[in-house]
């Protein structure tokens, strides 16, 4: 099977916020999508491993801030390269706190969605939510980023990448060794070793 098909289908990317006990979250997710307009029903595909998830898990409330062209890829590192368990990641940004009291960003978005879960299926290494559409906004007329626009114009090429390693297809994450183990998950996108290829 080639995996690379996968890459043919079409998605956006977001940033996904969350708060719980006072503490704001978010990470990058890029699989937000619309499955019913009666009612306003919206589903998130999230990864077990970010913190983000497990927030939204227990509250059942969160914000989709929707990413344009015009947003940097200094945006993705921020909100998808490290972990809100270690680190403040409403430091430095620019964000409004929507009604359910999440926040969500007003700069390189286009429109921000709040949501409300009503139903949850265990997809293995992630939780697919289904959520009503409690609120929504325009924030502005650029461009949504497309995943493949994000590949082409965003992402940063790796700096001095070494003579034996891997590189990450998703997101560029360079593995440095010999051989990369069956079940190494990339630490960045959390994407599997089947997404590497060789230097």
């Known amino acids: 099977m080639d995996n690379q098909a996968m890459y043919r289908l079409s998605y956006g990317l977001f940033v996904l916020t969350a708060r719980e006990d006072g503490k704001d979250n978010g ?3 890029n699989t937000a999508i619309q499955v019913t307009t ?3 029903c919206i589903t998130i595909a999230v990864n077990k491993k970010n913190y983000t998830h497990d927030m939204i898990l227990r509250t059942g409330v969160f914000n989709v801030s929707v990413l344009t062209e015009k947003s940097s890829f200094d945006t993705y590192r921020h909100w998808g390269f490290q972990s809100g368990a270690n680190v403040d990641k409403t430091k430095e940004i620019t964000f409004s ?3 359910n009291g999440v926040i969500y960003l007003t700069e390189e978005t286009n429109a921000m969605i709040s ?4 139903s ?3 997809l293995g290494t992630h939780t697919l939510f289904l959520a009503d559409v409690t609120d929504a906004k325009v924030l502005g007329d650029d461009p949504s980023v497309t995943y493949a626009y994000y590949q082409k114009n965003i992402k940063q090429a ?3 990448a070494p ?3 891997f590189i990450c297809t998703v997101c560029g994450y360079v593995y440095e060794g010999e051989t990369l183990p069956d079940d190494f998950i990339c630490p960045w996108c959390k994407h599997p070793a089947s997404d590497f290829k060789p230097l």
């Open 115 to 118: 949501a409300k879960v009503v």
């Open 38 to 40: 009666e009612p306003n």
């Open 97 to 99: 706190r929507a009604d």
């Open 120 to 122: 949850t299926v265990d």
């Open 158 to 160: 790796p700096k001095a």
């Open 27 to 29: 990470c990058i997710i």
């Open 163 to 165: 003579k034996k390693g």
